[in-house]
C-alpha cells in the first residue's frame, strides 16, 4: 500500500486522484495529506478523498504524514517548488502536465531527480486514448517508414479556450502561456508519436480575441452589468459544485474563477504558430488557438513510405460519433481506413488507463512506453518555452540552450 500526499487542492486533484483513487484503488493507494494556502479547498478535496489531515504548511505534511509521493496539482508555476521539495525529501513526484512552465525551472528538477535518486512522473494522458495509441503503433511498425515531417492543428472553442483567458492561466508567469501550458499536450504526442526529441524552435504569437483586444469588460461574469448580452458570459454561480469549491473558498485568497476574458491583466496569445525541427530531422508544422466555433484537432504524419491523417472532434457538428477513423495512404497511394471504436471516460478514455499505469498494484505491460518520466516533461514543454522566447526575441531558439 503506498502512501501519497497532494500539494494543491485544485479540481484536477479532485476529479482526476481524490475521487477515482477512493473508488478503484484501495487495495493499493491511501491519500493522507493535502497540503494548500486555501484551507476551504484543501477540506473540499479531503473530503473527496474519504477524509485526510489538511495542512497550510507543506514540509510539516511531509514530515508527518511521511507519503511515498506526492502528487502535484498546484498552479503551474509553482510545480518546480513542490516537486523539488518532495524529491529532497524522499519522495517521489507525480506532477500535472505540464512539468514546469520554463527552463530555469525545468533544469531544478533534473538536477534534484540526478541528486536524490527520486523520480518524476509526468501525466501525459493523451498518449493513452485508443485513437492515439494505434497512431504510435502504426508509426512503430514500420507502416509509413521514417517520420520526415508533421503537421498538426489543435482549435479550441470558445467556451474551453476561453476558460483560460478568465483564470490564472491567463498571466504567463502563471502558466506559460498556452505553448507551454495547453501544448505541452500536444508536443508530447508528437515527440511520443515519432520518438524523437525536438532541436530548433521559432514561432508566432498574437491576441486577437481576449485581453484588451475586447471591446469592453468588467471585473467578473457574476458582477457584470453586461451579462448574457456577453457572448462568452458564464454562469459558474449557478453551479453547486462550483460555488462550494471557489466562490466559498474566495475570501481566503481573493481567487475568482470567473474573470472577465477582456481583463488588462490577460497577456498570454490566442493565436500561435511554430515551427519545430527534431534531432532525427523531421519537422514539425504546428498551430494552436483558443477562439475557434469549433473543438478539436487534425493532423497530418508524412513518412518515406505513407501517411497518417487523423483527426478528432471534441465539440460542434462532428463530436461525439461512436467511432474514429484513421486514414493510412500507402507510398503508392492506397488509403487503408483504420476504425477506432470511441472510448467514453476523461481525455476519451486516457485518465483511467494512466490511472492504472500509476497506482495500480500490478500495472499494466507497457510495450509502447506510454509512462512518461522527466526527460519526456521537459522535451514537450521546453518546446512551449523555447516558443516563447522566439516570439519574444524573432530569433530561433535551441532547444540544447534552455538545458
Known amino acids: 500500500m503506498k502512501r501519497y500526499a497532494f500539494a494543491g487542492a485544485s479540481g484536477r486533484a479532485v476529479s482526476m486522484y481524490a475521487q477515482p483513487l477512493r473508488e478503484h484503488f484501495t487495495d493499493s493507494a491511501t491519500m493522507v495529506g493535502v497540503f494548500d494556502i486555501n484551507q476551504t479547498r484543501a477540506r473540499h478535496l479531503a473530503n473527496e478523498a474519504g477524509g485526510m489531515p489538511t495542512f497550510d504548511d507543506f514540509d510539516r505534511m511531509l514530515a508527518e504524514t511521511k507519503p511515498d509521493a506526492v502528487i502535484v496539482t498546484t498552479i503551474d508555476r509553482l510545480h518546480h517548488e513542490f516537486i523539488v521539495r518532495a524529491l529532497h525529501s524522499g519522495c517521489d513526484a507525480i506532477t500535472e502536465k505540464p512539468m514546469t512552465i520554463d527552463a530555469p525551472r525545468c533544469r531544478a ?15 501525459f494522458n493523451y498518449r493513452y486514448t485508443e485513437y492515439n495509441t494505434r497512431i504510435k503503433q502504426l508509426i512503430a511498425n514500420g507502416a509509413i517508414g521514417r517520420v520526415l515531417g508533421v503537421d498538426f492543428e489543435w482549435f479550441l472553442d470558445t467556451r474551453h479556450g476561453a476558460d483560460y483567458f478568465r483564470r490564472w492561466h491567463r498571466r504567463k508567469e502563471n502558466s506559460g502561456g498556452l505553448f507551454v501550458h495547453k501544448a505541452t499536450h500536444h508536443f508530447d504526442l508528437i515527440n511520443w508519436w515519432q ?3 525536438p532541436r530548433d524552435v521559432f514561432a508566432f504569437g498574437a491576441r486577437h480575441v481576449y485581453g484588451s483586444a475586447g471591446p469592453e469588460r468588467g471585473e467578473r461574469c457574476s458582477s457584470c452589468a453586461i451579462g448574457s448580452r456577453c457572448r462568452f458570459f458564464v454562469d459558474f454561480a449557478a453551479d453547486p459544485k462550483m460555488r462550494a469549491f471557489y466562490f466559498a473558498a474566495e475570501h481566503e485568497d481573493d481567487y475568482m474563477r470567473d474573470g472577465c ?3 488588462e491583466e490577460v497577456d498570454i496569445e490566442d493565436t500561435m504558430s511554430a515551427t519545430v525541427r527534431y534531432a532525427s530531422g523531421a519537422l514539425l508544422s504546428y498551430s494552436l488557438v483558443a477562439h475557434s466555433a469549433h473543438e478539436g484537432w ?12 487523423a483527426e478528432e472532434y471534441h465539440s460542434g457538428p462532428f463530436a461525439g460519433l461512436a467511432e474514429q477513423t484513421i486514414r493510412l495512404i500507402h507510398g503508392r497511394g492506397e488509403i487503408e481506413n483504420i476504425v477506432v471504436p470511441a472510448v467514453n471516460g476523461g481525455h476519451g478514455g486516457g485518465d483511467a488507463l494512466l490511472r492504472e499505469s500509476l497506482f495500480s498494484i500490478a500495472p499494466p505491460p507497457d510495450p509502447l ?4 518520466g522527466s526527460r519526456a516533461g521537459a522535451m514537450s514543454l521546453l518546446i512551449g518555452a523555447a516558443a516563447n522566447r522566439s516570439i519574444a526575441t524573432g530569433q530561433r531558439i535551441a532547444i540544447a540552450d534552455l538545458l
Open 109 to 123: 528538477i533534473l538536477r534534484a531527480e540526478v541528486e536524490t535518486g527520486r523520480k518524476v512522473a509526468v501525466t
Open 369 to 372: 512506453g506510454h509512462s512518461a
Open 298 to 309: 487534425r493532423v497530418a504524419i508524412n513518412g518515406a513510405d505513407g501517411r497518417i491523417e
Open 195 to 197: 520518438d524523437a526529441e
Open 261 to 263: 476574458v477582456f481583463a
